[in-house]
């Protein structure tokens, strides 16, 4: 089995996670740029070296400094596009140090699946440019998965949310509140759809304003504003350290809101300067969540959050949200939950542990999930191109050919032979050729009632019934090889009445199948008796039976076959008609001549075994394929 590597590249922090092995241990992340999370900042040290993470601010030598590049990606603005791919570069490089000295697999010796998330609203094209950018930056083959379906995995996997795939049917919010902007993705069964989010919303623009109310408490405002000023890295310094600060008020609100937690800043710009950052509960709300902003056109964080929160609700009003899993490192603030609570009052409000990481470990699960199903799906097709389908079919044809003769000669006998065959004794009939072709034209019509249709429609789903249970336990067992639990092909509580489909996962064979399935096997029956079949498997009995009473004394003269058109012609005698009596000739004897001869004929005659084989064959094949390609196979 592969290993997964889940790659969460935001635009404030960025993390990695690898997965190794089984769903069953959670994928860990790798300490790269400082942390399990680290900032997504990238420079270039003066020997050359790529920098990222916090090293890449507090360096003051290092050049070609960039931070919140991806939020500008799309539009390329300010080099972005360069800095992402120097950003990346500088992960592969940690990244192959990290797994050396773990003694694990070269990123680039085919051991991984790379799992790269995107926004959920990126466009193809800007998929597939961002995709190129990862290959040359030495992610040899990325798998790129959105954002929101990396926290959906992590949901469906991880004991944090307590999820199942079953939830997952009903509508689901993700919402996102990074660094930089609050996303949306709203998702219902198989449709994701990214509703705008606010991009001026993030964890960052507290840290802006957490500083800014620190430089107003110090003793010199004026000169550490100057200093900031001045000196773009003092600044960057300062606002890691305010960061620093806000996730250690968040981790423990209830105990920091009445006292309050500080941390201690040096920089070293122009002298050593001491600068000490505090907040409590009261900076939190009046100079903080509820004050204006800007940045945000004078409006509080609080009023904004509340108002994208509200433009959700309407955008998803016909389908509501029955599922909110908030992701983000800046969803610890105690307020932000509140207010997606308030918001979505009859929603059930899921957050990891650690937020930061939720996105990276469900990209991991997927990347596990890909290779799982990868694997699974190459030994599923030489299943399909095995003898093992064929086998199988072959097998139960013996069954599905006697449930027919069994069910449906009855039926013939009762509403076709029996009238006729009254009919030619008592007179209406005419000549024994005259009530052949009346039964012919009889079975024609009988077959396309809808007893017989309804009839040949219950018998093949009682036939297919065990079938697919065999192809299900050898196609389970594929999966449990995999660790992959599929359903396989649903037959299941098949009513005798009705024939209803199953939507299943991977591999899918619902519906379409069985109704397919069951339209061969009535067709090939339909086209065996209307053929001329019918009239064949009456002459195999009753009919026959006269014919041959008759043939004993007239063939010896004319021969056989010469004496048989001629009886078949020959207007017999009324009374002499009545020797041959419903119970002579509608009898067992008879009756099961006839159900061997259909059941000959259907074996001999027909290429139902090969029609069947195939069409169940090219069903599990399509599921295959659409396993492969989808983005997450998950239901």
């Not at 002298?271 to 409590?280: A, I, M, Q, Y």
């Not at 409000?349 to 997927?366: H, N, Q, R, W």
């Not at 005419?430 to 018998?459: N, W």
């Not at 064959?617 to 998950?634: C, G, N, Y």
Request: glycine letters at 10%; proline letters at 4%.
């Amino acid at each position: 089995m592969k290993l997964a590597l889940g790659f969460d590249i935001g635009d404030g922090e960025s993390c990695v996670t690898l997965l190794t092995g089984t769903t069953s241990v959670a994928p860990r992340p790798i300490p790269l740029g400082g942390g399990n999370s680290f900032l997504s900042a990238v420079a270039v040290s003066d020997d050359g070296k790529i920098v990222i993470g916090e090293n890449a601010v507090m360096d003051a030598s290092a050049k070609q400094k960039h931070i919140r590049f991806k939020s500008r990606y799309r539009e390329d603005r300010d080099g972005a596009r360069a800095a992402m791919a120097l950003f990346v570069k500088g992960i592969v490089i940690q990244l192959e140090a990290a797994l050396g000295a773990a003694h694990l697999p070269a990123l680039g010796s085919g051991s991984y699946v790379t799992v790269v998330g995107c926004p959920a609203a990126w466009d193809p094209e800007t998929r597939t440019a961002y995709k190129k950018l990862l290959v040359g930056a030495g992610i040899a083959h990325p798998v790129l998965v959105s954002e929101s379906r990396g926290a959906l995995m992590y949901g469906i996997r991880s004991s944090d949310f307590g999820l199942t795939s079953q939830m997952l049917n009903e509508s689901t919010l993700i919402v996102d509140l990074g660094s930089s902007t609050l996303d949306y993705a709203w998702i219902t069964k198989d449709k994701e759809t990214a509703v705008s989010g606010d991009a001026r919303l993030g964890g960052g623009l507290f840290d802006e304003y957490m500083l800014l109310h620190s430089i107003q408490r110090s003793e010199d405002p004026a000169g550490l504003a100057a200093l900031l000023e001045r000196n773009p890295d003092a600044h960057a310094q300062l606002l890691l350290a305010t960061r620093r600060l806000k996730e250690k008020y968040f981790l423990n609100e209830d105990a920091y809101a009445k006292d309050g937690c500080s941390e201690i800043a040096y920089l070293y710009a122009e002298g050593r300067k001491r600068v000490e950052l505090s907040l409590n509960g009261q900076d939190m709300w009046q100079n903080l969540a509820n004050k204006p902003m800007r940045e945000l056109g004078n409006n509080s964080f609080i009023s904004c959050l509340r108002n994208s929160l509200a433009q959700v609700g309407q955008l998803t009003a016909a389908n509501p949200p029955r599922y909110l899993l908030l992701t983000g490192g800046a969803s610890r603030m105690a307020f932000f939950r509140d207010e997606c609570e308030q918001a979505f009052p009859k929603t059930k409000v899921f957050m990891s542990k650690e937020p930061e990481l939720t996105i990276s470990k469900g990209l991991a699960y997927c990347g596990f999930e890909d290779a799982a199903a990868r694997s699974c799906a190459e030994e599923l097709t030489a299943y399909v191109n095995g003898p093992a389908v064929e086998t199988i079919v072959q097998a139960h044809l013996p069954g599905l050919y006697r449930m027919l003769a069994d069910r449906l000669l009855p039926v013939i006998v009762n509403n076709v032979v029996r009238p006729n065959y009254n009919n030619w004794r008592f007179g209406t009939i005419d000549t024994i050729g005259q009530m052949e072709s009346r039964i012919g034209a009889d079975v024609e019509h009988e077959m396309q009632t809808l007893a017989v249709k309804r009839l040949l429609q219950d018998t093949s789903a009682q036939w297919l019934a065990p079938l697919l249970s065999q192809i299900n336990a050898e196609i389970s067992a594929v999966g449990q090889k995999h660790k992959l639990q599929l359903k396989g092909i649903s037959s299941a509580d098949l009513p005798a009445s009705d024939v209803p489909g199953s939507g299943i996962a991977a591999p899918t064979i619902g519906t379409g199948f069985i109704q397919t399935t069951i339209a061969l096997v009535a067709g090939i029956v339909v086209g065996v008796l209307c053929g001329g079949g019918g009239t064949a498997l009456i002459m195999s009995g009753p009919v026959g039976w006269i014919i041959g009473f008759l043939l004993v004394a007239a063939a010896a003269v004319l021969g056989r076959k010469k004496a048989e058109s001629i009886i078949k012609g020959l207007t017999i005698p009324k009374p002499a008609r009545i020797v041959f009596t419903e119970g002579q000739l509608l009898n067992e004897r008879n009756d099961s001549k006839m159900k061997e001869s259909l059941i000959q004929k259907l074996r001999d005659e027909t290429d139902m075994g090969e029609k069947l084989t195939d069409s169940i064959s090219r069903k599990i094949d399509q599921a295959i394929r659409d396993l492969i390609a989808t983005e997450l196979p998950v239901q």
